[in-house]
Every structure is written in structure tokens, then in C-alpha cells.
């Protein structure tokens, strides 16, 4: 069981940056493979980047590519989402996802790839 705890969420400006942290307790961090989603009011969940467990291996949501940067700290069981330039189209709940790493060379991108959530946190941008 892997235990994720979401934070650093809130209200900015357009424009503005902000990091999201996920804590993850109960097993070996470095083992998973970690990846935030965001799922907005009446839309789907909706991948945003994914990250190998080493953080050797990035992969983002092409329109999101440049602005969000998704990193983790194994020594501290911490992934992080940088988040840059946020516009209003980016306001949602931000989820961490987990899944154990099975293969290096595999990226998942789908909600349904992943089984731990964390319960999220809300990013709320004003015009």
C-alpha cells in the first residue's frame, strides 16, 4: 500500500506560478512510478505528467509541455508538479497517482494505469 498526501494548492493570479507537493508513505518511493492528473469541473480526469521512479524519465500532456515541471525527491518520498504561467483553463483538483513500476520503457498515461490516489488539491485561477 502506498499512502499519498497532496498539497500546495490554493488560489492565484494568472500568471502566477506554484508547486504542488505529494507525499507518499508506505513503501519504497523509488519503486513507483508517480503522475499527476487534474480533472475540472464536469470534464474527465486528465493526465498532466508522469515521472520514472529514479526521475530519469519525464513525460508531460503535449499543450503542457514548457510551463509544468514534474520532479520528485526519493530521499524525501516527495513528488513535486512546478507549475508556471497558469491561466485560468488550468484550474482544477490536482491528483497524485501511483503505480508500481514494472518497466522502465513504459509510460501511462491513463487514470485507470494507476492504483493509489492521493485525495487532491485544488488549484483555483483568477482571470
Known amino acids: 500500500q502506498v499512502h499519498l498526501v497532496e498539497s500546495g494548492g490554493g488560489l492565484v493570479q494568472t500568471g502566477d506560478s506554484l508547486t504542488l507537493s505529494c507525499a507518499a508513505s508506505g513503501r519504497t518511493f523509488s519503486n513507483y512510478f508517480m503522475a499527476w492528473f487534474r480533472q475540472a469541473p464536469g470534464k474527465e480526469r486528465e493526465f498532466v505528467a508522469s515521472?520514472?521512479?529514479?526521475?530519469?524519465?519525464?513525460f508531460y500532456e503535449d499543450s503542457l509541455k514548457g510551463r509544468f515541471t514534474i520532479s520528485r525527491d526519493n530521499a524525501k518520498n516527495t513528488l513535486y508538479l512546478q507549475m508556471n504561467g497558469l491561466k485560468p483553463q488550468d484550474a482544477a483538483v490536482y491528483y497524485c497517482?501511483?503505480?508500481?513500476?514494472?518497466?522502465?520503457?513504459?509510460?501511462?498515461?491513463?487514470?485507470?494505469?494507476?492504483?493509489?490516489w492521493g485525495q487532491g488539491t485544488q488549484v483555483t485561477v483568477s482571470a
Open positions: 497517482a501511483a503505480r508500481p513500476q514494472v518497466n522502465i520503457n513504459l509510460v501511462y498515461t491513463s487514470s485507470g494505469d494507476y492504483g493509489y
Open positions: 515521472i520514472s521512479g529514479s526521475g530519469g524519465s519525464t
